[in-house]
């Protein structure tokens, strides 16, 4: 069950890497108001998702201890936000820099959280 947990965490930390690597593909048109929600962006969070309420189910059900509740149902909220944000934008050409900086920023402090929140 470890070994799921392990593979899962890989899962976990790629769709990071996706959700915050297809933002700051986008960070050099924000001088110029010329950004997007890219694939990497939608595709990183639904992962995000995924990879996390799996994560979930298998340190509950198959481990022998809990996860913490709230720093997850924190994660959960702010990532919910996210999710409203990039799929509610994803068919436009250009999103607002203000709209583009939330999710920069909702990305950051949930990695943040996941990291010093112990
Ligand atoms: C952008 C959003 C998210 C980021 C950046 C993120 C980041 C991380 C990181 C870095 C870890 C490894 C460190 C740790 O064990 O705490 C982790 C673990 C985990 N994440 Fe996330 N996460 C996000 C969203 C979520 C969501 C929405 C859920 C639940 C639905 C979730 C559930 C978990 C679980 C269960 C673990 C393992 C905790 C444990 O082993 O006790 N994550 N996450």
Not at 6 to 25: E, Y
Not at 82 to 103: E, K
């Amino acid at each position: 069950m470890d070994v799921l947990r392990q593979i899962l965490l890989v899962l976990h930390i790629v769709g990071i890497g996706s959700l915050l690597g297809g933002f700051l593909t986008q960070m050099s048109g924000l001088r110029t108001g010329a950004v997007r929600v890219v694939p990497a962006m939608t595709h990183g969070a639904l992962t995000m998702l995924v990879t996390g309420a799996a994560l979930v189910a298998v340190v509950q059900s198959g481990l022998d201890r809990d996860v913490d509740n709230a720093k997850i149902g924190t994660k959960m909220v702010i990532l919910l936000a996210i999710l409203l944000l990039v799929w509610g934008n994803r068919t436009r050409d250009r999103v607002s820099v203000s709209v583009f900086g939330a999710i920069g920023a909702l990305t950051v402090a949930n990695i943040a959280i996941a990291v010093m929140w112990t």
